[in-house]
């Protein structure tokens, strides 16, 4: 019997009547409707071979509202395209009813038109039609809904504890009758908290639930855990650490930002073969005490006393007595919500190097991660196991420590009993490559345990040229290293932040070196729960900033509305929608975009442009700025914030036209022209001395057309005379290169590219980098380290010294690489890589790149090698998606496609398949 009720209901509309998620430029849309073929035939060269929905790959529990299904299909035939397609759905394991036949070619951010009850598991499959007929369908794809905090009967329970000092553990004894059918473990917490049912960890996930706005939500995780238990006496326990909820955070150091206790949220649901269901879930029936966690911080590290070791905690009949009843934490269980982005996991293993010391060991991963180290040692009763963490090596070759600030970045373990023992911290995390290990106890092996949020690997790069390979790498783990439940600044010192300037600067290169979609979508809530009520956007998201925190030059500062880093409200969903395709994003994050622009607009008032304000970031961390007051570029910080406000507002007025009212979008497009007159008119001649404000001028179309090739002119005159040298701070590197490259001037864009004196992205590689840092002279040429002297400091008046070795910003030109280098590009009109353009660009020193994509398509790739007076080029294109050629031609170039010559013209289009193109006597740029 066929599972799946074909043609339950149907729909005619046409590929050029896209949805929202469909939105395409068009040359791409208006096509001649096609006859579909009849729903009983069959075209067997042609599958779906991948469905999945908009959250995060393989989790349980996901939210069930608004489920969006995309699929990647393949086919042998290369004429194949999409005409229509047909979703089914129905209980797992039972019929399917269809959802109707669609037509249209798209299959990214499909809504699926209906939304899951609360534990609902709901089969989803699909198939698609093309002009021979109808394929299989596809594997079916099970969503398993997850429930909300208000559909739980557990409560927050914890135990009384101070911050900093011993970890709570609660734990509960519970019958199981039978051999259970299936089990769900919902989990959540007021801090961190890591599960064991009879003694085995419930997940691999880490730092549960992760950091959000825990004022408005907190995430509950769904485990499956039906294999952890037994018929019988069954036990489950839970440790608690205070993490970003109430620990010490921020470089204010404060404690309790969010609560003064912490405790657990969980409910077990176990069913059994009859379907009947038995709740365990958190009250005051659960006990708790302490054991061998002495405290454990993100910035400070763990302390375990193995002598304090709760033993027999895991097994039934253990002797509680002297702990406490557990009490029940006054929280709002509405802030509870499914997750719907992957979790931090271990990510990496590194065996580190032991190098014995006079009076410690030091270890070296031979990688700057974030994570930890795991020891394994041999000693007697009482040895004290001290571990400390670092970046870099002073010169002496001690660790640099300075960088720190007050993240002690330590773990101490003490040995109850002789023999080899296995070390690790919990619910902490270290930026470092290297650290050193003091005992009395012979350390046998060290490896690094590196851990980021769970995100697949989107893309690879490789070139001949090392240096950029590396550097592509060093970026990589960058991101890695940094996206560690939000997008933060670094992963070591007292901050850890989720700063909104480096995530806007860097959101076009993250989507395209992760999957970053479900990730950036969790955080762009938060960034919308933190606005003010007037529409202001924070320096960071979570937002745990206050006004006496931000002393630059001494002087408080508001953290709100600052030109760059509250941009991230309209930068990063568009970057999110350009490399993914799906309107989602844009949906869900209008109003925020909206609200951003309009408080630009009041702040503006009838002055046109914005009024000067008494601090601005501005071109943060311009090598030419004084090293400690960073904010002070060359280029004017006002002239920056009204460019800004010109991209938002043009940014919003897209977004209007995709999802929104295309009648505002046009007000704004107006808007956006008044006030860049009125930027270039007061700022703009001198702005355009510098490439930072060139770039903005250029590539934020704030220059009268005119002016244009004189200012690229201009630039590129710039880049040149000072032997490629960058000049720019966050703001103005993610812009540069393209400011030149889109203006003719590739050869220029390569010489600064590949630069290898300070400052310059690949001096960081000469240096030993291998991760990406946060000023360009962190080490100077001498071998010094910069002292990170910061005319800034917090509520406690300490220093704020600045000074990290793993910090994404500067690594933002990756996005520039693969659109120019390796030559494949989104077409912003046609997003998610539906329509890409092939452009890669050889130059002296560059004469081979190869990458790849993994698209919501598939698999988009590129290899091209120069030889001798030819360009060989591999290009593989997945079904449903278009490539528009753009070749590196010159006068006496002649193409060939396949074996066939063709137009040496940019604009010829080819399908899907892998295709052999030759270019002779090819543009080589610096030549």
């Avoid at 046409?14 to 849309?29: D, G």
């Avoid at 086919?75 to 109707?100: F, K, N, R, T, V």
């Avoid at 801090?191 to 992760?210: H, K, Y």
């Avoid at 938002?648 to 008044?674: C, F, K, W, Y």
Wanted: aromatic share 8%; with cysteine.
């Amino acid at each position: 019997m066929n599972r799946f009720r074909m043609g339950a209901r149907s729909s005619t509309r046409s590929s050029a009547e896209r949805t929202p998620a469909m939105t395409a430029s068009p040359e791409t849309t208006v096509q001649t409707e096609q006859t579909l073929p009849d729903t009983t035939s069959t075209d067997p060269s042609t599958r779906v071979v991948e469905l999945r929905t908009q959250h995060g790959a393989g989790l349980l529990g996901v939210p069930g509202r608004g489920v969006r299904l995309s699929w990647r299909a393949q086919s042998d035939l290369p004429a194949a395209s999409q005409l229509a397609y047909e979703i089914a759905s129905g209980p797992e394991g039972g019929a399917q009813d269809s959802h109707g036949v669609v037509r249209g070619d798209d299959s990214i951010g499909i809504a699926a038109g209906l939304d899951l009850a609360p534990r609902e598991r709901r089969s989803f499959a699909v198939r698609i039609a093309t002009s021979a007929g109808w394929t299989a369908w596809s594997e079916p794809l099970v969503v398993e809904a997850g429930v909300e905090g208000l559909g739980l009967n557990a409560r927050v329970v914890g135990i009384p504890s101070e911050v900093g000092g011993p970890v709570p553990v609660l734990r509960r004894e519970f019958t199981v009758n039978a051999t259970p059918a299936a089990a769900r473990l919902r989990l959540s917490a007021l801090g961190v908290v890591d599960a064991w049912i009879n003694g085995v960890r419930v997940s691999d996930a880490l730092l549960t639930p992760g950091w959000t706005s825990y004022q408005a939500r907190i995430l509950i995780d769904t485990v499956d855990v039906t294999s952890l238990l037994r018929e019988g006496e069954n036990v489950i326990v839970a440790a608690v650490g205070d993490g970003w909820y109430r620990g010490h955070f921020g470089f204010a150091y404060r404690k309790e930002i969010y609560g003064t206790s912490s405790g657990v949220l969980a409910q077990l649901e176990i069913t059994d073969a009859s379907g009947a269901t038995t709740t365990i879930a958190t009250d005051e029936t659960w006990r708790g005490g302490f054991g061998a966690i002495r405290s454990a911080g993100i910035y400070e590290g763990t302390v375990i006393d193995h002598n304090l070791e709760a033993v027999g905690v895991h097994e039934p009949g253990f002797d509680d007595g002297a702990w406490a009843a557990a009490s029940v934490i006054d929280t709002d269980l509405s802030l509870f919500e499914p997750r719907s982005a992957a979790p931090v996991r271990v990510i990496e293993e590194r065996p580190m190097t032991i190098e014995p010391r006079a009076d410690r060991v030091l270890l070296d991963s031979g990688q700057n991660i974030s994570g930890w180290v795991r020891l394994v040692v041999r000693g007697k009763a009482g040895d004290v196991v001290t571990i400390r963490h670092a970046e870099v090596l002073e010169p002496s070759g001690a660790l640099h420590t300075a960088a720190l600030r007050r993240a002690k970045a330590t773990d101490v373990y003490t040995l109850a009993s002789g023999g080899e023992h296995v070390l690790e911290p919990v619910f902490t995390f270290h930026g470092f490559r290297y650290s050193d290990v003091v005992t009395g106890a012979e350390v046998v092996s060290a490896t690094a345990i590196a851990i980021s949020s769970d995100l697949a690997p989107r893309s690879t790069f490789r070139s001949s040229d090392a240096s950029l390979d590396r550097f592509h790498s060093n970026v990589l783990w960058s991101q890695r290293d940094n996206f560690v439940s939000v997008p933060t600044d670094c992963p070591q010192r007292d901050e850890r932040l989720g700063w909104t300037g480096d995530a806007q600067a860097f959101a076009a290169t993250a989507n395209t070196l992760l999957d970053t979609e479900a990730f950036w979508t969790s955080w762009l809530r938060d960034l919308e729960i933190d606005q003010t009520d007037e529409g202001g956007v924070p320096s960071v998201v979570p937002d745990i900033i206050r006004r006496e925190d931000m002393l630059m030059g001494g002087t408080p500062t508001d953290n709100m509305g600052r030109a760059g880093w509250a941009d991230a409200a309209t930068i990063v969903p568009l970057a999110v929608y350009e490399s993914y395709g799906s309107a989602e994003v844009l949906e869900r994050q209008l109003d925020s975009m909206r609200r951003w622009v309009a408080h630009l607009r009041r702040r503006a008032g009838d002055g046109v442009v914005l009024p000067t304000e008494p601090f601005q970031y501005g071109d943060w961390l311009d090598p030419d700025a004084p090293a400690a007051r960073p904010w002070e570029a060359k280029v004017d910080s006002d002239y920056v914030a009204n460019a800004f406000y010109v991209h938002s507002t043009r940014l919003l007025a897209r977004a209007e036209r995709i999802v929104g009212d295309p009648a505002a979008a046009d007000e704004l497009d107006e808007l956006a022209r008044t006030v860049a007159d009125a930027t270039w008119a007061r700022w703009g001649e001198r702005a355009v001395t510098t490439q930072t404000g060139a770039a903005l001028a250029l590539e934020f179309d704030i220059a009268p057309a005119e002016r244009r090739v004189a200012i690229a002119d201009d630039l590129a005159a710039n880049v040149v005379a000072a032997e490629g040298r960058i000049s720019t701070g966050f703001l103005g590197t993610p812009l540069v290169l393209f400011a030149l490259s889109h203006n003719g001037h590739i050869g220029e864009a390569y010489r600064m590219l590949l630069r290898h004196d300070a400052p310059s992205w690949l001096y960081q590689v000469d240096r030993g980098a291998t991760t990406v840092w946060e000023r360009w002279d962190a080490i100077k040429p001498d071998g010094s380290i910069h002292g990170g002297d910061m005319d800034a400091g917090n509520s406690g008046g300490e220093s704020g010294g600045m000074l990290s070795f793993n910090h994404y910003a500067y690594g933002a030109m990756i996005d520039w690489v693969y659109r120019n280098v390796a030559g494949l590009a989104p077409d912003p009109a046609d997003p998610g890589y539906r329509t890409v353009h092939v452009a890669p660009r050889p130059a002296v020193g560059i004469d081979h790149a190869a990458a790849t994509i993994a698209t919501g398509l598939g698999e988009l790739a590129i290899d091209w090698r120069r030889d001798g007076d030819a360009l060989e080029i591999a290009l593989t294109v997945p079904f449903g998606a278009r490539a528009v050629l753009d070749l590196p031609v010159t006068a006496g170039s002649t193409v060939s496609i396949d074996g066939a010559a063709a137009p040496a013209e940019a604009g010829t289009t080819l399908t899907h398949g892998i295709h052999h193109l030759t270019v002779t006597q090819p543009a080589v740029a610096g030549r």
